[in-house]
């Protein structure tokens, strides 16, 4: 890897460690060459696929963004929408695929948005489930009642 410094075509790694529970590996690097020191991270790849036929990689932060609209006014803090992103990217990444939907990013958001906020959850589900009516809303709140009984 080049030293972002002086462009030096090599470098070494001084120190690596996990991070993430695994999911990342963090390494320090020297360059011999203006021995300044830089980090870089390593994790398995992971593509979305959008529905305008773009992929990118997958990033915590828009699943954050996207699930804070949704949490709006609600009482849910940047600790809980961190933590719920990560449980995200381990269900997608349990699955054993290295590309995905977008929509099915959508999808793996419900579960643990249903854990956290119920408001926000029914919010985002009328989104990525599309609900067009009262009736899917009535549904999907009946759902919610009939686990909250279990
Ligand atoms: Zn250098």
Redesign the pocket.
Known sequence: MH??????ED?RVVDSRTADDGMTIRRRRQ??????RFSTTESASLAVHKRSGVSEPFSRSKVISGVRKACQGRPVTDDQLAVLAQRVEEAIRLKGVSEIDAHDVGLAILQPLKELDLVAYLRFASVYRGFDCLEDFESAIEELRTEGEK
């Open positions: 030293c972002p410094f002086c462009r030096n470098s360059c011999p060459a203006c021995n300044k």
